[in-house]
């Protein structure tokens, strides 16, 4: 009787606990799919930037590998990280603004205005496609681009950044990096551009040789020929013709690279882009309390008035911008400075700091030759001396 009432019990509890592992099993795909969506973690850590990324993270991590993906987190990366090393240097935020282009992507417009240390200084991404506008087109031909008639879709994805401090003696720096993808027929052309310059107001030996130095050494580590290769294309490409003079102490240029391969180009593009804060940092830090007289301050307004004038009229980056259809021309235009001046026939004396600089403007030096470097610091120490 006991033994019976023992199995019964028995039989009971186990019919139970089937029923109970039965409905479990009902729910148990939602309940582990739910486990996952809470516990996951997104492979892009989104903090780590100024803004949302512009293509959605969703397809960025399904494409981790593709170049479109990479090119975008680099830049957002590197976006951040110079924004928070100006920040550090100021009293002044930046203004983040997100923004999105009906035909396609958008970008990332960071803004600091009228701050204690610069008094303007934009770093700019924008990550866009579409198809190309016949302007576009033409330009590129004229590179040397074969590509063919009719639509052509296109993808691009670029960092920007110019600034313009408050005193004089800190230089303004410019640096860009780009990557594109043009689908022409068949066959899909890619290629990297980019570059860093300088650009002071009053030269400073110890200060371009640092900056040279910084950008050859990261040329350096994928190959010995870029520097000085990409050193004398940024020396031609930023004159301003029609004053017969360079924008600024120049630094490294480059446009239509796709060798040896994308894997290689990518990395030397991305050693570049994260130089831009070892190669001006310090010179802000080394200049940006020192004085300035008001003579000072007007010279500093009309090379600024020299920078507008190679941007509007030379600058191929602004002229692509500026022709893309949908473009956002308060992006584009963020180079310019907040103040800038045209004064008639203001030439300095060869010998005064201001005629100093229009020498070295009208003939580059170079900043990383053992010779030239000597010199321009005995140079220097005259200068000091009187």
């Excluded at 996951?40 to 850590?45: F, T």
């Excluded at 110890?206 to 020396?235: G, Q, R, V």
């Excluded at 963020?334 to 070295?360: D, F, H, Q, R």
């Amino acid at each position: 009787m006991v033994v019976n009432v023992f199995i019964r019990g028995f039989a009971l509890i186990y019919c139970q606990k089937k029923r109970e592992l039965a409905k479990l099993g009902q729910y148990g795909t939602a309940f582990t799919a739910g486990l996952t969506l809470f516990s996951s973690k997104s492979p892009i850590d989104t903090k780590a930037f100024m803004a949302l990324p512009i293509t959605p993270l969703e397809r960025l991590e399904q494409n981790p590998d593709d170049m479109k993906t990479r090119m975008e987190l680099m830049i957002m990366k590197v976006q951040s990280e110079f924004c928070k090393a100006l920040e550090n240097e100021d009293t002044v935020k930046f203004k983040v603004d997100r923004w999105e282009r009906s035909e396609g992507g958008g970008g990332v417009t960071c803004v600091l205005q009228n701050g204690k240390i610069f008094e303007k200084a934009g770093v700019n991404i924008s990550v866009v496609h579409g198809e190309l506008s016949p302007s576009a087109v033409a330009q590129m031909r004229s590179r040397g681009k074969k590509l063919e008639e009719g639509t052509l879709p296109f993808f691009a994805a670029g960092i920007s950044a110019v600034i313009h401090p408050v005193n004089p003696m800190v230089p303004t720096i410019h640096f860009n990096y780009r990557y594109f993808e043009v689908q022409s027929g068949n066959e899909a052309q890619w290629w990297f551009g980019g570059g860093t310059d300088l650009t002071p107001y009053y030269l400073n030996t110890a200060d371009c040789i640092h900056f040279h130095t910084t950008l050859k050494n990261a040329c350096d580590k994928h190959d010995k020929s870029y520097y000085p290769k990409f050193k004398k294309w940024c020396d031609n490409y930023f004159n301003i013709a029609h004053r017969g003079e360079r924008r600024g102490v120049g630094g490294i240029f480059f446009d239509d690279l796709d060798e040896p391969n994308s894997e290689e180009c990518f990395k030397f593009v991305s050693d570049c882009a994260n130089a831009v804060i070892p190669s001006y940092v310090p010179l802000v830090q080394r200049h940006k309390l020192a004085s300035y007289t008001k003579v000072e301050r007007e010279w500093q307004l009309l090379r600024r008035g020299r920078y507008v004038e190679f941007n509007l009229i030379y600058d191929r980056g602004t002229k692509f911008g500026l022709y893309t259809p949908g473009a956002r021309f308060e992006s584009i235009l963020m180079s310019l400075p907040l103040y800038a001046k045209w004064e008639y026939m203001n030439i300095p004396t060869a010998e005064s700091p201001e005629g100093i600089l229009i020498e070295v403007l009208k003939n580059p030096r170079d900043w990383v030759d053992p010779a030239t470097v000597e010199t321009e610091h005995k140079n220097q120490e005259l200068r000091n001396e009187v």
